[in-house]
């Protein structure tokens, strides 16, 4: 790939101007409603808890999602091929040829382009589903035993989680909305205090570093 450098003007530019952000709060206090305040043209949401409902009103489109890899084949759609992969990764260009040609009949990857909005609701459930996706992998089970393997399946969530996000967050010009729950903890000592709700603990660690 060739550097190349990016002018003040081409960087404040409508194409390149974008930001990340990660919206949290208890249940019930109005998350997803704020996908109304969302242009309709120019708004996708991904959709992981079939929680649109209470947007009943609102009339851009959604997608829904209901495993981590449909939702990795979208972030590769958007964010297109990833120059520091392998070329076999998910995420290096024959994979990303692979999914431009899965999706080539239904026009997903030009109504994509189109959007430069994308509200992910929510990653407490994208996190739910990449645990689901890593239990079923090589790497949740012992190589000794065969049985599986808890922290292997932790570490692949984490890994899986944080790529798909930094995938998202370099895609050109595009601005992700994730919303997600804080649940109150209360440790052995009575301290409470308010934390994400996800599977896991390396994505929650993190994700303030994605997010703007």
């Not at 999914?99 to 189109?114: H, M, T, W």
């Not at 459930?125 to 393997?149: H, I, V, W």
């Not at 996000?165 to 440790?187: P, S």
């Not at 000592?189 to 660690?205: H, N």
Request: charged share 25%; glycine share 8%; hydrophobic share 35%.
């Amino acid at each position: 790939m060739t550097v190349r450098i990016i002018t003040a003007d081409e960087r404040l530019s409508a194409a390149e101007n974008k930001t990340s952000l990660a919206i949290f709060g208890p249940p019930g206090v109005g998350k997803t409603t704020l996908i109304t305040s969302m242009p309709e043209d120019r708004t996708v949401c991904f959709d992981l808890e079939a929680g649109m409902k209470s947007v009943q009103d609102w009339r851009g489109p959604s997608i829904p999602i209901r495993s981590f890899a449909d939702f990795r084949d979208l972030v590769i759609l958007i964010g297109g091929p990833d120059p520091a992969q392998h070329p076999d990764s998910y995420y290096g260009p024959r994979y990303h040829a692979h999914v431009q040609a899965q999706y080539a009949e239904s026009g997903l990857e030009e109504f994509l382009r189109d959007r430069s909005i994308i509200f992910v609701d929510s990653i407490n459930d994208l996190t739910r589903q990449a645990m689901a996706y890593a239990k079923q992998q090589p790497e949740a089970f012992s190589e000794r035993t065969g049985k599986p393997d808890v922290r292997g399946a932790y570490g692949l969530l984490g890994r899986e989680v944080i790529q798909a996000l930094k995938h998202l967050q370099h895609a050109r010009g595009k601005t992700v909305v994730f919303v997600g729950v804080l649940e109150k903890v209360t440790d052995e000592f009575g301290t409470s205090s308010w934390v994400p709700q996800m599977e896991g603990s390396k994505a929650g660690r993190e994700l303030p570093g994605i997010v703007d």
